[in-house]
């Protein structure tokens, strides 16, 4: 989906050290469009993760600024932040679904807690699964699913309270090829419905299947940007 204008995400100069003298992340400045879809690409260790969790508020960054959705994250605490994540949906390379309750629930679950009352969240939860092509595994427990199907779940999950912003960390690092194709697809779908998506992925061919715009990291930097036009131009020769 090309951009509406406004900015989602505004870093500045934003850097994340850890113990000992790790930097995880250092002087990334960048900005995220209202309907873009992004990529972080780079190898495990490069700090897509840590990048993530500070948008998401799970890390703090040392220094710098990190601005989602309007709001400046590092002044945040307690029940803003909470309200700032309930606008937000997370995937992970992991599904991190309740193993105890049906799939259905997983997602319903998610919706309520977002504020939305029981019966419409069971709807949302019926016209999620549908979108993601599990509508017969409602009522089935996670368990009883394969490693893609999990991960469409997860995504379901993530899109029950319409964020405005979706951040995937590695969605298809335990997939194989044909499922993970799956999986960005219905990314792809999310972003076309209008949220924001940003995947950080060390899978060098996610790049070439996406087409999107890509940041590459690496020792906790940006050291490179491609945008979709220009990959456009390269891979028209």
């Known amino acids: ?38 990529l972080l690409s780079g190898p495990s260790g490069a700090g897509k993760t840590t990048l993530l969790r500070i948008l998401f508020g799970q890390e703090a960054a040392s220094s710098g600024k990190a601005v989602v959705n309007g709001r400046n994250i590092h002044r945040m605490s307690g029940a803003h932040l909470a309200a700032l994540r309930r606008e937000l949906g997370l995937v992970f390379q992991d599904a991190r ?11 319903a679950l998610a919706a ?34 394969s490693s893609g199907e999990r991960q469409r779940v997860s995504l379901a999950r993530a899109i029950a309270n319409d964020p405005v912003l979706l951040l995937a960390d590695e969605p298809t690092g335990s997939l194989d090829r044909a499922t993970a194709l799956e999986i960005l697809h219905l990314l792809e779908l999310v972003n076309e419905a209008g949220t924001t998506v940003v995947v950080a992925s060390h899978d060098a061919g996610v790049t070439s299947l996406l087409g999107c715009r890509t940041m590459r990291m690496n020792e906790g930097r940006v050291v490179e940007e491609v945008r979709p036009e220009y990959a456009a131009a390269l891979a028209a020769g």
Do not use: Q, W
């Not at 019966?119 to 509508?135: I, N, P, Q, T, W």
């Open 97 to 107: 679904l309740i193993e105890r309750i049906p799939v259905i629930e997983n997602i």
């Open 1 to 38: 989906m090309s951009p509406g204008g406004a900015v989602v995400i505004r870093l500045y100069k934003v850097c994340k050290e850890f113990t000992a003298g790790r930097t995880a992340v250092s002087d990334v400045t960048l900005n995220i469009e209202r309907g873009e879809f992004a």
């Open 112 to 145: 309520e807690v977002c504020g939305i009352a029981r019966s419409d969240a069971r709807r949302r939860a019926s016209e999620l699964l549908e979108l993601v092509g599990l509508e017969h595994a409602a009522g089935e427990l996670p368990g009883s699913l």
